[in-house]
């Protein structure tokens, strides 16, 4: 075993629950209930099947020999056929009717169409999950003065509330991506070899209504209720680009909540959680390195990458179709849903254990203020019979001498000592303290973070209460 390439996202990163979508053992037990649909659909509209090799096709559902299977695609060169060759050794009754009028897309793509979208409503609890763990953040940090940064250079102040909420808006708007195609998704349905259907319209000796009700059938009994219109020999590959462009969205929102935290941390602001044997370095004993955002980045960097590979195979999907989707696919589509739920996984367990250091963040906002102060300091003065371009000069000079001590010597900004002993502002001397409360600098952070849970967060968790069970 040591000797064999190991896939470290499965082996090492992948969730059981996504493993699970996308293993061999659902994936050819769904092609068994989408023969079983078949049979079913077409006995029902009059095909000579009978109940004896319907019962024995559902009785055999799960009884699947791998191995034969296997020894049946190398001697036939043919996956789908090894299997119907397997199933019928179980069911040899139904030998005979199994794959009845089909082409092999009828269960590869049908099948990929059901792993997709069990896979998107996975996807879509561990979302609401992460966005209900960091409201809960959001909340508790409402109000907490933080300093703003544009460029990483200091700007106004927010709160580490309010920051948390851009964070949840970008998860937000990836959640009703995901709702969308969930709505939106079709199966593939009962289309034949290049998509017109012919072979069943010869099964049922050209009615075509009959035809037209065994494709809608099939679609009922698969849990659908929605068929793609035309087709090809596959559905459109443009699906499958579009489904890796929204989880590619969930991996951008990831990379820049991770990025911020990552950012953070250096800052030693917030970090995310560290465990008490954790080691950061095998070298430096003292580090605290932000693993699992670092993590996360790492896995959305990769997710990122991989519409522009469904890009190209939805642009290049000859007439009808072409095999050259093959093998792509059957990397690029599990592995994006299963890099995805590792994302999400680490995301909410960081967001419940985000540790966040209020003195030190503080300490830079102090450092900070005065600059932002002077504007409220000069209308105030002028207010009080002040000259503005006199008290404007002399914030300047105060300034650039502050600015001088605290890069030039590293010492802490001075530049309110230097105003408060500056007779030009001897008329809000007394208010100094007051005029330099971090609360008066964050806007409407904190009310927009109680508008924004309000109004976006709470309905979508109150709808989803049961899909999560949320207290």
């Known amino acids: 075993d040591h000797e064999v390439y190991e896939h470290p996202l499965v082996q090492r990163y992948a ?4 493993s699970l979508v996308w293993s061999p053992a659902v994936k050819f037990t769904t092609w068994r209930k989408l023969w079983i649909a078949l049979a079913t659909a077409e006995q029902e509209l009059g095909i000579d099947i009978s109940d004896e090799q319907l019962k024995q096709m559902r009785d055999s559902l799960y009884d699947i020999d791998f191995d034969y ?18 199933y019928g050794k179980v069911a040899p009754k139904a030998m005979p009717i199994i ?22 409503l996975l996807i879509k609890r561990k979302i609401l999950k992460t966005i209900h763990v960091l409201k809960k953040f959001a909340v508790e940090h409402r ?13 106004q102040l927010t709160t580490v509330g309010k920051r948390c909420t851009l964070w949840m808006q970008d998860l937000l708007l990836d959640l009703k991506r995901i709702d969308q195609e969930i709505r939106d998704l079709p199966m593939r349905g009962v289309k034949g070899t290049t998509g017109t259907q012919a072979s069943f319209l010869e099964l049922f000796d050209g009615d075509h209504e009959k035809v037209k009700a065994l494709n809608k059938r099939v679609t009922e009994l698969m849990g659908f209720d929605r068929v793609i219109p035309v087709s090809g020999q596959t559905y459109t590959r443009k699906i499958d680009f579009n489904i890796l462009s929204t989880l590619s969205g969930i991996a951008q929102s990831a990379y ?12 030693k602001e917030v970090e995310e959680p560290f465990s008490k044997t954790q080691i950061g370095s095998s070298a430096m004993a003292y580090k605290r390195n932000p693993m699992r955002s670092e993590r996360v980045c790492s896995l959305a960097r990769y997710v990122m990458g991989l519409p522009n590979s469904a890009a190209n195979t939805a642009a290049n999907q000859w007439f009808e179709r ?14 994006s849903f299963l890099a995805v739920d590792v994302i999400l996984n680490l995301l909410t367990n960081i967001a419940d254990g985000l540790h966040v250091w209020p003195n030190v963040i503080k300490a830079r906002v102090v450092s900070e203020l005065p600059f932002m102060a002077t504007e409220v300091i000069l209308m105030e003065c002028v207010k009080r019979g002040g000259d503005r371009q006199q008290l404007h000069e002399a914030i300047r000079v105060h300034s650039m001498k502050a600015g001088a001590v605290v890069k030039g010597e590293g010492k802490p900004n001075d530049l309110m000592a230097r105003i408060a002993a500056d007779p030009l502002f001897q008329a809000v001397h007394g208010d100094l303290e007051r005029m330099v409360d971090p609360m008066l600098f964050v806007g409407r952070a904190p009310e927009q973070v109680d508008e924004f849970i309000k109004e976006e967060i709470d309905p979508i968790l109150k709808v989803n209460e049961a899909l999560l069970d949320i207290e």
């Open 15 to 18: 969730t059981k629950e996504m």
């Open 143 to 155: 109000d907490l003065p933080t300093l703003g940064f544009t460029h990483y250079q200091p700007a």
């Open 322 to 335: 072409t095999l050259d989707d093959s093998a792509i696919r059957r990397i690029y589509l599990p592995e």
């Open 69 to 86: 299977a296997a020894e049946k695609e190398r001697e036939f060169r043919h996956d789908v056929m090894g299997h119907v060759h397997a």
């Open 256 to 267: 820049k909540m991770s990025g911020d935290i990552r950012l953070l941390s250096n800052l």
């Open 99 to 120: 794959h009845l009028g089909a082409t092999s897309c009828y269960v590869t793509d049908n099948t990929e169409l059901i792993q997709i979208k069990d896979a998107l």
